[in-house]
């Protein structure tokens, strides 16, 4: 299950097949990091199979695999250092500015094939039909990793941030000032209210009713939300931002209680919680879009 989505809209429906995808993945399989490389990137299966795109349903699920070396500048600067001193000894005079460059390059070269590796795995659900893909990243920065290379890779990706009539913190603004929400969505008891006139005034709501005088008091002397948690169909709860990201992001019980406690073999349990997962946001993306005014009229299409 996905914690955190940056939501994003393709052409409805997206004109790419899915042997089309998985062809146009595998130009770039992830390999691991070479003896002198930082860090690798590329795609990998998303249920540790032979399949580059994992589908059920008609629904997509895409992962890029991420390598890194780890070698700190502080280790390689330490032995540069070292060896510094060392030859300080041997020529009578410390290493120049440009000679330090060189033996710091030269001892990077020297460590970096020993250096330890760490890999992670990114994930993005694609919805064809519907025109959605959604990073599971808790931030736009975090999702630009996978959907960069997503770009690399692909003959073309018509992508695009979800924008909405309403902008998000006016809409969250005027669910607080009436107390409620609507189409289905309810105010929950976490939100984060930002002084427009000082950046570094705000209030932050945890576990605290949100009908009260004190957050309208807010609203009026010029604090807008930033974040406002939120329970949709009383089928999962989510914290939205004002970019329109959604974080937080948990299934409840009514929703969780559809899987088969009894099921024990580990791919149909993934496929049906990945099932379950994509038939809720399915219906709450173009809810919440609908909530917030619906899409641009320049933004469709």
């Keep these: 299950m996905f914690k955190n989505l940056q939501v994003y809209r393709l052409p409805s429906p997206w004109a ?106 990114r994930l993005a659900w694609i919805d064809p039909a519907g025109g959605w893909l959604c990073v599971d990243a808790p931030s736009q920065a975090r999702a ?5 290379v997503l770009r690399q890779t692909l003959d073309a990706l018509p992508l695009a941030l979800v924008r909405t009539e309403r902008s998000p913190v ?8 009436r107390g409620n929400a609507p189409g289905g969505f309810t105010i929950d008891q976490d939100a984060e209210l930002h002084s427009v006139a000082d950046e570094n005034s705000a209030v932050r709501y945890t576990r605290h009713a949100l009908d009260g005088e004190d957050v309208r008091g807010h609203l009026a002397a010029g604090k807008l939300p930033t974040r406002l948690a939120l329970t949709f169909n009383d089928r999962l709860s989510f914290v939205l931002t004002e970019k329109t990201e959604i974080k937080r992001l948990d299934f409840l019980d009514v929703v969780l209680e559809q899987l088969d406690d009894k099921e024990t073999d580990a791919r149909a349990m993934f496929d049906a919680g990945f099932s379950l997962m994509t038939g809720e946001l399915r ?16 933004a469709k299409g």
């Design 16 to 121: 790419i097949t899915l042997d089309e995808l998985a062809e146009q993945l595998a130009r770039r399989r992830f390999m691991p990091c070479g003896s002198q490389d930082a860090e690798s990137r590329g795609w990998i299966s998303p249920v540790d199979d032979d399949q580059l795109v994992h589908s059920v349903g008609g629904q997509w699920l895409i992962a890029l695999g991420v390598e890194q070396r780890l070698l700190p500048a502080s280790v390689v600067r330490q032995v540069a250092d070292e060896r510094a001193a060392e030859i300080a000894v041997d020529w009578g005079y410390k290493p120049g500015r440009k000679q330090m460059k060189e033996l710091r390059e030269a001892v990077q070269r020297e460590l970096m094939p020993r250096a330890f590796t760490r890999r992670s795995k």
């Design 144 to 148: 630009e990793d996978l959907l960069e």
């Design 170 to 177: 006016a809409a969250m603004a005027d669910w607080l000032a």
């Design 283 to 298: 219906v709450l993306l173009p809810s919440l879009v609908e909530a917030l005014g619906g899409e641009l009229v320049s």
